[in-house]
Structures are given as structure tokens and as C-alpha cells.
């Protein structure tokens, strides 16, 4: 995944959805589920019919007479990252994670010696085994364009089984996912596009979930074949959370353009740089959730790895040639995608000073009574955030509960009035958000001294900003 990419999302969930920083809630209430929320009803057919392993898995996708994000002509295109329209993936497609407060085990992989932690396979190749420095100088040939060439939508068991099977006969193939962080606890990837050298494949991760890991994990582990994936920071910790799938052998071309100290390192640079293509970044912050995907939401991600491993080629060509004895750049790019590649996921879990790392909580002067106030919704929120899988900033975005803590209603409609009807888990549960409002006004002696210690930090922050001018 660009990287470039990640900071957009993260943008917006900063602005929808705060910082995602999530604790527990104490005390169990019974929280109810908004009537008419998309998907809310439960499952909507079977996991049969989830995985149609008699249906083709070629095919093109349209989603009516305009694809979402297709501006009528003459307009600017805009997509929103957030359709409320389309039905929950856990719900649809019987998707289910464990949200509880404990750290994620990767069971997959072996424990050490003295039982503290989890060996990557990675951990065992010497770092020189990875890097082929067989590099022909001869110059590559450019791929066929997106139109051009072979592409499959694998979206049943069938049509995953023919992409394995191919994958057994490849020495690499290029890796990109599209995620949506907003509607679960901890996020979904939505799409996994794999590009070999003579065709694409988009994969449904939400129908064939379940599959995924099985199927594909001996090929992402086999340090024989290179994976080509652009700014993978996240993309590596996805596959192993969603998948249990684990890296080795990445060749990170975001690492690579760092290394030959490029102009940019955003994919869509590489794109214009090395093949002359203007990516359509409209669709950077789309809802992947989208079902069945718009012919240029295909395009887009096509493009993601569709041009990767002519770009690995080209940018293999020049780190060989401009390596010195002293400084071995396709080794440097090794080491970094190697470091890449064994992060290990780490679930968000509860601590007692988590309330206090809310995004823009620092920059307000608040009293002990409206600490405590936030602090009691932060782990409303993240307990009804985790039962019901949802992302925190769903269920109540950082600015919004701020404010709620500074006016700290007593009635339902000054608590409509702060929040306006946009969220649709507050507005079914007015009466339980001014119950903790009521509980924590009258419970905040606790919190005098950290109101206090935050008053002082704040002042030392204003003098050191103002003493800059």
C-alpha cells in the first residue's frame, strides 16, 4: 500500500474519527444497537452463499449506470470514504474477530526457546540469501497497459485455487491491499491485488477470508520468490492480523526510491517517473467495502501492481549501478524491507491512562469534573466499540466527545444539540451517555490531580510556543 495513501486515511480518520486510541469499559451496560444501521440485522446470507465456488471468478464489476465516485460530465469527481449504504462485511459475509482486551497471539508462529515472544520466519535467512544481485543490464521491457492485459476477479474458492496454482510457476509477483479502517474494531482489508508478469488479479479478502491464509501463506513465506509491494509498512501488519499470512523476501520499492533518494517516494511518482502513468488518486480514500466494485475502482487498484514489477526492474538496474564497495544500496534496501517485514501486529489494549492520548485533548483546559467525563466516555466508547466491532470514532469521534465532557449535558436535548444527530450509537443511547456523564460529575475527586498536571504541561507548551516569536 502507498504510503502516501495511509496518511490520507489516517487523515480522515483523525477528522471522523479521532486517534483510535481504545480502552474498556469498567462497568458492562447494556448498550443498544442503533435501529436501521446498515448491516445491523445480522448475517444476510449464508457463508454458502459467500463463497459461490460454481460462479466464474472472471469478470468485470459495475455498480450501475455511474460507479460510486464518478461525477456526472462536467463535474469534479469526489468519493466519500465512508458509504453509509453498503451492508456491514461482518454481517454479510459472517466475519468474525476477537476484539477482547488481550494481546493478539501469532499462533502461527514458532515461540523462542524461553517462551517470550514469537520467531518470524524471516528471523532464520541470512540477509544475503534474499538479495539476487543477478541484475541483466539490458533494460526492461514496459508492460502492456492496464487495458491491455489479463485480469481475473477472484471472488470464490475456485478462481483462488487457479491463483495459486500460478503463483507455484512465478520467481515474484507484485502486492498491494486496500483497508478500511472506519467500520470495524480493528480494521478489514477489502482487497488484495497481485500482479505477475503477464497478468492481474484482484482478490475478494471479504468473501474469501477464511481462505486466504490457508491458501496463500506458503507463497508469501517462500523466500525464493521476491514480493514486490510499495510502502508496506501496513500492509504487512494487515496480512498477518486478517490472514495470519507472514512475509519473507520483500523488495519495498517506497524503500528503494528513499534509498536512490528520489524526488518523491509516493507510488503515484514512481508511476509518472518510471512509466508515464497519472494515477487517478480519487480513489486513494474510497470505501473498499464496495460491492461489486466500479469498473475504475478495478482500474485503480489494477494500477497499484499492475506497473510493480517493471518498476522493481528498473529500480534494481540502478541501485547495482550506482552501489560502491563501501555502500551496497540493494543491500540497504534489503535490510530495510526486511525490517519491514517482521513487524508483528500488536492490538490496541486497555490501560488506565489511555483517555488522556485522545487526539486534541491537550490543547483543551479542562476541570477535574470534565476529565472525568471523558474519561468515563472514552471507555463507554471502547467497550460498545469492541462489542459490537466498530471503530471508536464511529461510535463517538474524539471532537465530539470533548465536547460533550466540556458542556457535560443533563438533558437529552442540550446532549442533541452538542452532537447533532450524526452518530447513530449516541442517539441510541442518550439516556446511558447522561447517566456516566451524571456518575463521573459526581465521581471526579480522582481526577483534580491530573486536571491540574495538565494545566501546568499546557502553560509550559504556550511558553515555549510563544517565546518562538
Not at 74 to 103: E, F, T
Not at 298 to 313: P, Q
Amino acid at each position: 500500500m502507498d504510503g502516501s495513501k495511509g496518511a490520507g486515511e489516517r487523515e480522515a480518520e483523525e477528522e471522523e474519527a479521532g486517534d483510535g486510541s481504545q480502552v474498556a469499559h469498567g462497568e458492562k451496560r447494556k448498550n443498544k444497537r442503533p435501529s436501521g444501521q446498515d448491516g445491523g440485522g445480522g448475517a444476510s446470507g449464508s457463508a454458502a452463499a459467500a463463497i459461490p465456488g460454481a460462479a466464474s471468478s472472471a469478470r468485470t464489476a459495475t455498480s450501475g449506470d455511474r460507479p460510486l465516485g464518478v461525477a456526472p460530465a462536467g463535474a469534479k469527481a469526489r468519493v466519500a470514504y465512508h458509504d453509509p449504504s453498503i451492508p456491514r462485511p461482518q454481517d454479510v459475509y459472517l466475519i468474525r474477530v476477537n476484539n477482547c482486551n488481550l494481546p493478539f497471539d501469532h499462533v502461527w508462529l514458532e515461540p523462542s526457546e524461553d517462551g517470550t515472544r514469537r520467531i518470524h520466519p524471516l528471523e532464520k535467512l541470512p540477509l544475503e540469501q534474499l538479495i539476487d544481485r543477478n541484475v541483466p543490464e539490458i533494460e526492461p521491457v514496459r508492460p502492456a497497459d492496464v487495458e491491455d492485459s489479463p485480469f481475473t476477479l477472484v471472488e470464490d474458492l475456485k478462481g483462488l485455487m487457479e491463483l495459486v496454482d500460478k503463483l507455484k510457476d512465478v520467481n515474484e509477483f507484485a502486492v498491494d491491499l486496500e483497508h478500511n479502517q472506519y467500520r470495524s474494531f480493528q480494521g478489514l482489508t477489502c482487497l488484495m491485488q497481485i500482479s505477475t508478469r503477464t497478468e492481474d488479479f484482484i482478490v475478494d479478502t471479504l468473501k474469501l477470508r477464511i481462505y486466504l491464509g490457508p491458501y496463500l501463506q506458503k507463497h508469501f513465506k517462500d523466500p525464493t520468490k521476491r514480493k514486490v509491494m510499495h510502502g508496506a509498512d501496513r500492509d504487512i501488519i494487515w496480512l498477518q492480523r486478517d490472514f495470519r499470512i507472514y512475509v519473507c523476501n520483500l523488495f519495498d520499492t517506497g524503500q528503494a526510491s528513499r534509498v536512490l533518494q528520489m524526488e518523491r517516494n509516493s507510488l503515484e511518482h514512481l508511476l509518472h517517473h518510471f512509466c508515464g502513468v497519472t494515477a487517478n488518486k480519487v480513489y486513494q480514500n474510497a470505501d473498499w467495502r464496495s460491492r461489486p466494485l466500479s469498473d475504475e475502482m478495478i482500474k485503480y487498484a489494477r494500477e497499484d501492481t499492475h506497473y510493480l514489477l517493471y518498476i522493481y526492474d528498473l529500480m534494481r538496474l540502478r541501485l547495482q549501478k550506482e552501489s560502491t564497495c563501501e555502500n551496497d544500496l540493494l543491500l540497504e534496501v534489503q535490510n530495510r524491507s526486511n525490517e519491514i517485514c517482521l513487524q508483528l501486529y500488536e492490538k490496541e489494549l486497555l490501560t488506565d491512562t489511555s483517555y488522556l492520548h485522545i487526539y486534541g485533548l491537550q490543547e483543551h483546559e479542562l476541570e477535574a469534573a470534565q476529565l472525568a467525563v471523558v474519561s468515563a466516555l472514552h471507555q463507554w466508547r471502547d467497550y460498545t466499540a469492541r462489542q459490537e466491532d466498530e471503530s471508536t470514532g464511529y461510535v463517538l469521534p474524539n471532537k465530539a466527545l470533548i465536547e460533550i465532557a466540556k458542556k457535560m449535558p443533563t438533558s437529552t436535548a442540550e446532549l442533541q444539540r452538542i452532537v447533532k444527530s450524526k452518530y447513530p450509537f449516541v442517539e441510541a443511547n442518550f439516556d446511558v451517555i447522561l447517566d456516566i456523564v451524571w456518575n463521573a460529575t459526581e465521581n471526579s475527586e480522582a481526577f483534580e490531580a491530573i486536571a491540574e498536571q495538565l494545566k501546568k504541561a499546557r502553560l509550559v507548551r504556550l511558553e515555549k510556543y510563544t517565546g518562538q516569536w
